[in-house]
């Protein structure tokens, strides 16, 4: 049943508003603006009544101060002795969706409110139909925008996240638009299992979406989404054009919190990109927050010895480069054995591969310049060590036997294109850590 909130300072009009209305709608009544702005976010009505002439707070005040606190979505009719032409023109221009003078008769204002609730419900089918993308069949641009507005007026916590697809360019160049399209149509399956039906979720540009949690996910669910994202992209790619597709499809995504980082969609959006391009410089393919804390040396150096914080300065990186990290035999060890503890714990992959150079008298200076290749062409969680001398290993935590491949491929692909390496080959052994014992 659809509910009416009638506002008006006189207990007779209320009466006789509930009498005419009530065995159709849900009928709530109140004798104030005041009281009207308290209850509605509780009552949440589809149609409100507003008397225009009361003490304190004027029909007219009322709306525009609902519509500030609640957003543009307030249905609201104006209802009032006044008979001037000019009145009219001020309820419309107040916002008001029709204006009903009195007194009115009961079958008069009966009709009214049917149209005006049958129209709104019209119009909404219209928007639900305009405001879609065609393609994806998430929210477009500018209903993304208004439903997200809506949420932040409502005061309401929820995590604001901006997901772009990496490298669509190069695919499309690479390929061809279908090959674009069906990886975005692929990208939509997968955001449509991590969002919710309460959840707002939009394609706001061409590899572009954006997504309203109406919670605050922890940074651990969100690292799980993200992954799930990633490995779904690279199946399906390989899915779709086999294993030769060397092309670093992924998904990176920035984020802030609402109301904490904004309550307005244009403010998310700035802060959520910002926090995009961090994760881009980064190495892509993963995720970040606006407002994150990084530890700075200059914060922790003089701290006290026995805080967390001075930990954090001893044994963290100070220079957080882009690329993998390049480890010694030493450092490499420890690390290999605590992340093959965490594959037999929790069941995660992690592979290793060995790469040697075939050039028989490979020289110190290519040695040099391949494992700074491996280390810029991989992630920032991954590993490299110079094995022998002409020998790499390489380790990829949190990877799937099929990301290792493509990760493999991309690999093998840039270093023949680079211009000078034509005939420098190296030969490849890879095994999952978990599978190796």
Not at 129 to 141: E, I, K, R, W, Y
Request: proline fraction near 3%; hydrophobic fraction near 40%; include cysteine.
């Amino acid at each position: 049943m659809k509910k009416i909130l009638v506002v008006d300072d006189e207990q007779i009009m209320l009466t006789l508003s509930k009498k005419i209305l009530g065995p159709y709608y849900d009928v709530v009544t109140v004798t104030s603006g005041k009281e009207a702005l308290d209850i509605y976010e509780k009552e949440k009505p589809d149609l409100v009544l507003l008397d225009v002439y009361m003490p304190e707070m004027s029909g007219y005040e009322t709306l525009y101060s609902l519509r500030e606190r609640y957003g543009k979505n307030v249905k609201a009719m104006f209802v009032t002795a006044d008979d001037r032409v000019e009145g009219e023109s001020e309820g419309f221009e107040s916002g008001a969706i029709d204006y009903v003078r009195k007194p009115f008769r009961s079958d008069v204002l009966l009709r009214r409110v049917e149209i005006v609730l049958q129209n709104q419900e019209e119009l909404q089918d219209i928007r639900n139909v305009s405001g879609t993308d065609p393609m994806t069949g998430f929210l477009n641009a500018s209903s993304t925008e208004e439903e997200i507005d809506d949420a932040c007026c409502h005061g309401e916590r929820g995590m604001f996240l901006v997901l772009n697809i990496d490298n669509m360019k190069q695919l499309n160049d690479t390929y061809d638009h279908k090959m674009g399209d069906q990886i975005l149509l692929r990208f939509s399956f997968l955001l449509r299992q991590i969002t919710r039906s309460s959840d707002i979720a939009g394609r706001i540009a061409g590899d572009e979406f954006a997504v309203f949690f109406r919670t605050i996910p922890s940074a651990e669910l969100i690292g799980k989404r993200c992954k799930f994202l990633n490995e779904g992209l690279i199946s399906g790619l390989m899915e779709m054009m086999g294993e030769d597709c060397d092309v670093p499809v992924g998904v990176s995504i920035g984020g802030a919190a609402a109301p904490e980082e904004g309550q307005d969609y244009n403010t998310l959006l700035i802060k959520a990109r910002s926090a995009l391009r961090n994760v881009k410089r980064h190495g892509k393919h993963n995720f970040g927050f606006y407002g994150a804390p990084e530890t700075r040396a200059e914060d922790v150096e003089d701290a006290d010895p026995d805080t967390l914080q001075h930990v954090l300065f001893l044994f963290g990186e100070k220079n957080r480069v882009s690329g993998a990290y390049i480890v010694t035999k030493e450092t490499f060890k420890p690390i290999f054995q605590i992340l093959r503890r965490v594959a037999d714990q929790y069941g995660r992959n992690t592979q290793l591969l060995m790469l040697t150079l075939e050039k028989e008298d490979a020289s110190e200076e290519l040695c040099d310049h391949f494992e700074h290749f491996l280390a810029t062409h991989l992630r920032r969680s991954d590993l490299v060590l110079r094995y022998q001398e002409k020998t790499f290993l390489i380790m990829l935590p949190d990877t799937a036997v099929a990301g290792g491949k493509f990760m493999l491929r991309r690999i093998e692909n840039s270093w023949t294109q680079e211009p000078g390496n034509e005939g420098l080959t190296f030969s490849v052994d890879s095994m999952d850590i978990r599978a190796g014992f």
